[in-house]
């Protein structure tokens, strides 16, 4: 049985580990709001871009680019979007058992995020880059990460090009999902909801209607590899937000948590002090009464 010594430094250490957590909760916080703002307001952009390049595609008849090729899937790429830290609960775990059902056999992985990559050697499978982010995604760390994918594409190395990465729902919602990026298929016109569900919208009347010069041919082939850059950095945007939003209440649930526990712990140390007190009171008495 525990002293009241043991439990008063058990209770110390809590009220540490708490204060720790609580502090880390209100970081996440302030970085959420603001990961969150982010990912929001970059889906209206690329709602309009997907808009633009439908309306490109149904302008430029048979066009046809590199990476609009379709080839049979014999090699495949995913590029891993996962987080440099953890202590985000099961973020990473649920993104990771998702990206492990690819088969290893015929499967390059590109990941951006330390947990991925470590989960990628760990696994021993075959690793082509790592990169790195920050917290707050710059558009050029995106735009390394889709050249990459696309020389990988271009070069026949891999056939097809996925993204894996938490997509950010709510604040208490991160879905794990996989995404096509290459070879880019048919485009349409999306609309963004707050969830970030994409609900394709057909070209018609309500439209808006664009003049492009010099003509759609030569600006679909030269938006193409912006849109790419674009999707990553709309991904790395939604991995960030997942995580902080993740995280914070990872930390706010273990603050909670510490709480409950130094309750408990509190609760325990007063019975045990006043069995001591009790037990004192009575071998006094019985002296009292012996020498009596």
Same mark, same amino acid.
């Given at each position: 049985m525990p002293s009241t010594r043991d439990i008063r430094r058990r209770i110390k250490s809590v009220k540490n580990t708490a204060q720790i957590t609580k502090a880390m909760q209100m970081v996440a916080s302030a970085k959420m709001r603001k990961a969150q703002q982010a990912a929001l307001a970059g889906r209206a952009y690329a709602s309009l871009m997907n808009e633009v390049l439908a309306a490109t595609t149904a302008g430029a008849g048979d066009f046809s680019h590199p990476l609009m090729e379709q080839r049979e899937v014999k090699k495949r790429g995913v590029i891993l979007i996962s987080t440099d830290k953890g202590l985000c609960g099961a973020l990473n775990t649920n993104l990771l058992r998702e990206a492990a059902k690819f088969d290893k056999n015929t499967t390059v992985y590109v990941c951006a995020g330390r947990k991925g990559a470590q989960f990628i050697a760990r696994l021993k499978r075959e690793l082509a880059a790592e990169f790195?982010?920050?917290? #707050?995604?710059? %558009?050029?760390?995106?735009?390394?990460?889709?050249?990459? !994918?696309?020389? =990988?594409?271009?070069? $026949? /190395?891999?056939?097809?090009?996925?993204?894996? #990465?938490?997509? %950010?729902?709510?604040?208490?919602?991160?879905?794990?999902? !996989?995404?096509? =990026?290459?070879?880019? $298929? /048919?485009?349409?016109?999306?609309?963004?909801? #707050?969830?970030?569900?994409?609900?394709?919208?057909?070209?018609?009347?309500?439209?808006?209607?664009?003049?492009?010069?010099?003509?759609?041919?030569?600006?679909?082939?030269?938006?193409?590899?912006?849109?790419?850059?674009?999707q990553v950095f709309q991904f790395l945007q939604e991995a960030k937000a997942s995580e902080q939003s993740a995280r914070m209440v990872a930390m706010k649930n273990a603050t909670d948590n510490a709480k409950q526990l130094i309750k408990d712990l509190t609760l325990e140390y007063n019975k045990l002090r006043q069995a001591n007190i009790t037990k004192e009171l009575l071998e006094i008495t019985s002296a009292a009464m012996a020498m009596g």
């Open positions: 790195t982010y920050k917290d #707050v995604p710059a %558009f050029a760390e995106a735009r390394a990460i889709s050249k990459f !994918a696309q020389e =990988l594409f271009l070069s $026949g /190395k891999v056939d097809r090009v996925d993204v894996m #990465v938490t997509h %950010f729902v709510s604040t208490l919602v991160q879905k794990p999902e !996989a995404s096509q =990026l290459l070879p880019i $298929g /048919k485009l349409h016109a999306l609309e963004a909801g #707050v969830s970030g569900q994409h609900a394709p919208q057909e070209l018609g009347a309500a439209s808006r209607e664009y003049l492009f010069e010099p003509d759609p041919t030569n600006v679909l082939g030269n938006l193409l590899p912006h849109y790419l850059n674009y």
